[in-house]
């Protein structure tokens, strides 16, 4: 997987664009220095697709509260993009799920100890 510190890197998919369904060729990333400014939260990697309702993860395929459900499927980034979540937990308002093969918002995903991903 390839980085980018330059947040008009054309190589970048934004939410809603129609080859959403692809990872993209970068991931925008904080640079190096300033995620060695420390971290906000603790560096996690991977997170799973699951809605969270009264604090459970809803078990697929029953629907949250939405009408919408998690695949279930963990997904693991790079350190980079981890360090990047850790310093900025509202950095990313999309991400990619290696189950539905696409990019859904953060709220849809928590970390493996069923904690929120987004901020
Ligand atoms: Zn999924």
Known sequence: MTHTTDPNDPRIRRFGDPEIGKQNAAYL?????????GFVRQVRRTYVHQFMLDGSPVPYPLMSRNGLAGCGVATTMSLPLAETYARDPSFYGATWCCGCGKHLPVSEFTWEDHTEVGS
Do not use: C, D, F, T
Request: hydrophobic share 35%; charged share 55%; proline share 0%.
């Open 29 to 37: 990333v904080l640079s190096e220095e300033e995620r060695a400014k």
